[in-house]
């Protein structure tokens, strides 16, 4: 029998700023509640033109290899999910290659479907350790993304920006997955897309909430043949995090799928049932996605952690449920085991002390990185300092068609 194969390390990595969403919605002239309750979101993480892709993703990575122990030369596959590239050919992957010092032996790509793109990656990295490729070697995945939808949009609160980087290996030390039970659902919609001339996203934003719960009837399906039960023997169910509110109705579509009939709104009984299953299967988890707000292919990812420092010690040994799901569309279900080691993990994983040294912009200062960010992908120099950046990877503009990062450390 293989050995159990999943998640071994993960680490979050986010810009150094946030909007409070109680201010975009003074700035819009929209009710606080409407993005609060509404929507589910407090802030939203905002990359200023020195944090791109590739940073944010270097910056997961290093987390994670560091927190973890992991030698680079360990890693023997690379893969970066992400919606944002930085180039129509070069990969995001390969600049993450050499910023994390990867041994040339190592296989680095980068896969694309909006938000769905790092599972790819993760089941992509499972198939290669079950079908012998990696010899004792371990699979880096990184989820990076920045969220970007015009001013003044309905999806202009459901931004958020930063990476989730998880290394997959068999005995993981985090959480299995069982490839018995992932399930996958593809059709082509217009819900969601960004075409090559457009920085931001353009969304049918109502019709994409549709096609989400649609792809996760047809996964889950897949996953578990469509008349199962599974909530009973559910720990956690986690679900791609577009925003809050939106995990939350995916988890209503989950048991309306096992009881085989819609709950009645007027009913208190189901009501009930509902908001017992929330709170303990789901709301718990989406705390950091409501700080940092949509970070596309990591979103699902981000909730993992979420769970992992909370309950690790408390649910090992159990089984939790994982739903991707990516506009365009493409989705995936799965269940994984959280392990009898993930407890000694929690405080490594955990990112709040990041979280709350993050600058907090106001509106103008919000604007204004929108702007300049629009322009970044040309500009020949960009000073991270004048954006309050001192610390860290930077991208600092483009130079003969070839972008530029420097190092840069803060005197201390
Ligand atoms: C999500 C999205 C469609 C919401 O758009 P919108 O038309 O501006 O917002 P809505 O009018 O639907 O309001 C959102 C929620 O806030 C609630 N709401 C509105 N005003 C409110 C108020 N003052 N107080 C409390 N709640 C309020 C609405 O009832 C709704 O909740 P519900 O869906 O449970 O009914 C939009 O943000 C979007 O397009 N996002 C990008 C695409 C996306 O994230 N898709 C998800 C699937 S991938």
């Keep these: ?50 944090e791109d892709t590739v940073t944010l ?25 992400t919606e944002t590239g930085v180039d129509h050919s070069k990969p995001v992957a390969v600049y993450v290659h050499e910023l994390l010092g990867l041994d040339a032996r190592c296989r680095t790509f980068e896969t694309k479907h909006a938000c769905y793109g790092a599972m790819a990656g993760l089941t992509a990295s499972m198939d290669w350790i079950a079908a012998g490729r990696a010899r004792g070697r371990k699979a880096l995945v990184i989820a990076s993304d920045i969220a970007r939808y015009g001013l003044g949009t309905p999806g202009e609160p459901t931004q958020g920006a930063g990476a989730v980087a998880l290394v997959v290996a068999d005995r993981p030390r985090l959480l ?12 082509q919609v217009m819900d969601f897309w960004r075409p090559l001339y457009s920085k931001v996203a353009f969304a049918d934003g109502h019709y994409s909430i549709q096609c989400y719960l649609d792809a996760l009837v047809g996964a889950r399906a897949d996953a578990v043949g469509e008349g199962a039960a599974l909530l009973d023997e559910l720990a956690a169910c986690l679900y791609h995090v577009p925003f809050v509110k939106m995990a939350k109705k995916a988890h209503q579509r989950h048991l309306e799928i096992e009881r085989g009939a819609p709950l009645d709104r007027d009913s208190d009984a189901d009501r009930q049932a509902l908001a017992a299953s929330l709170s303990s299967r789901v709301e718990p988890w ?30 090992s040994g159990r089984t939790v449920s994982l739903f991707s799901y990516g506009s365009g569309c493409g989705a995936t279900f799965c269940l994984g085991e959280i392990t009898g080691t993930a407890a000694q993990w929690a405080s490594a994983l955990d990112p709040s002390e990041d979280l709350a040294r993050r600058y907090r912009l106001n509106i103008e200062d919000y604007e204004r990185l929108v702007r300049d960010g629009e322009q970044a992908d040309t500009a020949e120099s960009l000073d991270p300092t004048s954006y309050g950046l001192s610390d860290g990877l930077f991208y600092v503009g483009t130079v003969d068609h070839q972008r530029r990062y420097v190092e840069s450390r803060a005197e201390r």
């Excluded at 927190?67 to 999910?81: M, N, S, Y």
Aim: net charge negative.
């Design 1 to 50: 029998m293989n050995s159990p194969v999943g998640i071994d390390a993960a680490a979050f990595a986010g810009p150094h700023a946030c909007l409070d969403l109680a201010d975009l919605a003074a700035a819009r002239g929209v009710d606080p509640d409407k993005f609060v309750l509404g929507l589910g979101q407090r802030r939203m993480a905002i990359a200023s033109p020195c």
């Design 286 to 315: 989406l705390t950091l996605n409501a700080e940092i707000g949509n970070i596309y292919t990591g979103s699902l990812f981000l909730s993992l952690i979420d769970l992992l420092r909370q309950a690790a010690e408390r649910f």
């Design 176 to 187: 299995t997955v069982d490839p018995a039970t992932i399930g996958d659902y593809t059709r």
């Design 57 to 81: 993703a270097v910056d997961a990575g290093r987390r994670a290899l560091a927190a973890f122990d992991i030698d680079p030369a360990e890693i023997g596959t690379l893969i970066v999910g």
